[in-house]
């Protein structure tokens, strides 16, 4: 089954980007590599050789995650791609990651395969994908299931989705038609994948074995950072599906005074 992997880049994540490269070629012969640069500046400099690149700079309101996946997902199926395996920058490959995959798209071709994530402390910084299996430790807000088995998400659990590691077969991605391209810059497009997934009648399945590692970065919660994407692409998701995304989020915005629930809507009142 000759599988892509795909990721999104940005110059602020290069140093993770270069150690996924370093795992990537641990765990991968013969694969379709696919990385989509989202920053204004072509990636110069920082392309991988073997590797097909391609630029999709930001729109007016930020990096445009979901439409990179979605051209660099059309890029690999036009190199010949059977599976499509989506990474996150953030995240290193474990060694079984693409084996188990591969397993469950043999058996489940029609189904969207979503593998758990163990999020890596900041002195964990790993060089080699022998190193992963000792460190891993799935987060607990989703499946974690042995290696070797697969599980039907419930209509509930496609809530729990992440676009940090999944993968699904070309025909199945041109069911669920990728990302909508209404989302920039941060949030909403994985529960916007997930939900379409689901209104199309496609398989959301739990994935044992395929482990991914998300490296450490600072974060803050809620992330300030973020609120204005949050409210942007939060009511672009209500105008969609008729209800907000990242609800625990909009609620301690609003306790800490910074939105306000004003009818359907979220507005920001600082």
């Known amino acids: 089954m000759k599988t892509a992997v795909i990721t999104v880049a940005s110059a602020a994540r290069r140093e993770h980007l270069e150690r996924q490269r370093r795992v990537l070629a641990d765990v991968a012969g013969d694969i379709v590599r696919v990385e989509a640069w989202l920053d204004e500046s072509?990636?110069?400099g920082i392309r991988d050789a073997g590797t097909l690149t391609l630029h999709v700079p930001p729109g007016p309101s930020g990096l445009r995650v979901g439409d990179g996946r979605n051209h660099a997902a059309e890029v690999a199926v036009t190199a010949g791609a059977e599976l499509l395996v989506f990474l996150d920058v953030d995240c290193l490959p474990g060694p079984d990651l693409l084996p188990a995959y591969r397993a469950a798209a043999a058996a489940h071709p029609d189904a969207l395969l979503a593998g758990a994530v163990t999020y890596l402390a900041s002195?964990?910084?790993?060089e080699r994908a022998e190193d992963l299996p000792l460190l891993t430790r799935p987060h607990r807000a989703?499946?974690?299931?042995?290696?070797?088995r697969t599980r039907a998400a419930t209509a509930a659990e496609y809530d729990l989705f992440w676009s940090l590691s999944f993968a699904v077969t070309p025909a199945t991605w041109d069911r669920i038609g990728g990302f909508h391209p209404?989302?920039?810059g941060y949030g909403a497009e994985d529960t916007d994948l997930?939900?379409?997934?689901?209104?199309?009648?496609?398989?959301?399945?739990?994935?044992?074995?395929?482990?991914?590692?998300?490296?450490?970065?600072?974060?803050?919660?809620?992330?300030?950072?973020?609120?204005?994407?949050?409210?942007?692409?939060g009511a672009a998701f209500h105008e969609r599906w008729g209800v907000w995304p990242?609800?625990?989020?909009?609620d301690a915005f609003a306790a800490a005074g910074a939105i306000e629930h004003r009818g359907e809507d979220w507005v920001r009142v600082r």
């Open 42 to 44: 072509p990636p110069d």
């Open 123 to 126: 002195v964990q910084r790993p």
């Open 142 to 148: 989703r499946p974690a299931l042995p290696a070797g």
């Open 182 to 184: 209404g989302y920039e």
């Open 194 to 233: 997930a939900w379409t997934a689901r209104a199309r009648d496609v398989e959301l399945r739990w994935v044992g074995g395929a482990d991914a590692y998300h490296q450490w970065h600072p974060v803050s919660s809620p992330p300030w950072q973020h609120l204005d994407d949050i409210l942007r692409n």
């Open 246 to 250: 990242m609800g625990g989020w909009l």
